[in-house]
């Protein structure tokens, strides 16, 4: 489904633009292309607002379920879940957001990635994800720790 100024069932490709929000049912999928600069992938039950779609720097909105978000090309990927932010450069990176829990696992597949948030005290931390790096995150908490493999 997606939304811009009314709900609408998507049911073949069609054309998305900044500011519309993205939610796959609890069945659907949703696999959108932003040419050679991206990848965007949303599984069941996920929603995901497209803030920006200048070619210099996507930026996404998740703030539910599970999705994938590949960059392809020389501009990174900008994700914000719950108060997360993760800057993709050219890489593969799931996302998975527990709007109940507050609870947020990125895991890096390919390329690097930057994850920042403020800790509870509102200092600001920056973590650098390599390839294989799975970093969880409590957003009611504040607190983000990496995941022995």
Request: glycine share 8%; proline share 5%; charged share 15%.
């Amino acid at each position: 489904m997606r939304t811009a100024t009314e709900p609408a069932k998507l049911s073949e490709p069609a054309i998305i633009q900044q500011g519309e929000v993205l939610i796959a049912s609890d069945s659907g999928k949703i696999t959108v292309n932003f040419g050679p600069a991206a990848t965007l992938t949303l599984f069941p039950e996920t929603q995901v607002e497209i803030v920006q779609t200048l070619a210099l720097n996507l930026v996404f909105n998740q703030t539910q379920g599970s999705a994938q978000y590949q960059a392809t090309g020389s501009s990174p990927i900008t994700v914000r879940s719950l108060n997360l932010i993760v800057n993709l450069d050219n890489g593969l990176l799931n996302v998975d957001t527990g709007k109940e829990t507050g609870e947020i696992i990125l895991s890096l597949k390919t390329g690097q990635a930057a994850v920042a948030y403020n800790s509870p005290d509102f200092i600001s931390k920056i973590w650098q994800l390599e390839p294989g790096d799975v970093f969880s995150y409590d957003s009611n908490e504040r607190k983000g720790y990496f995941n022995a493999p």
